[in-house]
């Protein structure tokens, strides 16, 4: 059985920085695109960032340059470290593997 875990959100203020974590279980990680995405009250799930499973990573245009993605295979972990943040950013954030299994998601708020 395939789980994904995510920890890491909470509450941060505007311009601080947190790191999410992503857990796996249950399923050969390493060959799948691994991604975040984050819902929003009242808006849509959203992509946040992919990487491969070569480790090349893509972002949504919100948070190039002020996010990170990357992955530890031998942890079969994905990292969202995210720098800079804006009360925007505040959502439930969601891992994702091979654009399939799901996470049951973290909160982030930004606020002060």
């Known amino acids: 059985q395939v789980q994904l875990v995510e920890s890491g959100g909470g509450l941060v203020q505007p311009g601080g920085s947190l790191r999410l974590s992503c857990a796996v279980s249950g399923s050969i990680f390493t060959i799948y695109t691994m991604g975040w995405y984050r819902q929003a009250p009242g808006k849509q799930r959203e992509l946040v960032a992919t990487i491969t499973s070569g480790g090349s990573p893509n972002y949504a245009d919100s948070v190039k340059g002020r996010f990170t993605i990357s992955r530890d295979n031998a942890k079969t972990t994905v990292y969202l470290q995210m720098n800079s943040l804006k009360p925007g950013d505040t959502a439930v954030y969601y891992c994702?593997?091979?654009?399939?299994?799901w996470g049951k998601g973290t909160l982030v708020t930004v606020s002060s």
């Open positions: 994702n593997m091979a654009s399939y299994y």
